[in-house]
């Protein structure tokens, strides 16, 4: 597999895993654009994402962030895309990213996710009690990151060794 077949590196995994700050630093060492996918969702649709939930549930919600991936990943434009948590949960969604790009899948130990992510409020599916919510998730979702090209499990890494490793396996994949 040659780099150049991949313009797109594609981030996956659970809330909480570092997707969104090591897509923010791959782009810097790539020089490619970069989407985060909840955030392009609440540009295009100029809602929050919490209120996107509240309005149309989370079946509504994942309507949108398919229709985004098709956009962002259909077209020719080299990026690094940091998708939301449960953008894997639609085999559609899945077949997107692994012909459209290299995925890479984000791990972390449910403490170190739990850790990262209790305080924040902008996450709908943690209302309530995030621990639990956390682990039910985890349970749910324990399979839907494993058709990633590559895995990495964050838990004991910083944001930059997670780049350095991603970089590392993607020029093995060439």
């Not at 609440?42 to 309005?55: C, G, H, P």
Request: net charge negative; aromatic share 4%.
């Amino acid at each position: 597999m040659e780099r150049q077949q991949h313009k797109k590196l594609v981030l996956i995994g659970f809330m909480g895993t570092g997707k969104s700050t090591v897509s923010k630093l791959l782009t810097e060492k790539l020089g490619w654009k970069r989407v985060d996918g909840d955030e392009e969702i609440e540009r295009l649709e100029n809602k929050r994402i919490s209120d996107i939930f509240a309005a149309d549930g989370e079946a509504g919600f994942r309507v949108i962030e398919t229709q985004m991936l098709e956009t962002i990943l259909t077209n020719e434009e080299s990026c690094v895309l940091a998708t939301g948590g449960g953008a894997v949960l639609s085999a559609y969604n899945r077949d997107l990213m692994l012909n459209h790009g290299l995925v890479v899948a984000l791990k972390a130990s449910p403490e170190q996710i739990i850790a990262r992510v209790k305080t924040d409020s902008a996450r709908p599916l943690l209302h309530g009690d995030a621990a639990e919510r956390v682990h039910q998730l985890l349970e749910q979702r324990k399979h839907a990151y494993d058709f990633a090209h590559i895995s990495i499990d964050t838990t004991d890494l910083s944001a930059e060794e997670v780049v350095e490793a991603i970089l590392a396996q993607w020029s093995l994949e060439q």
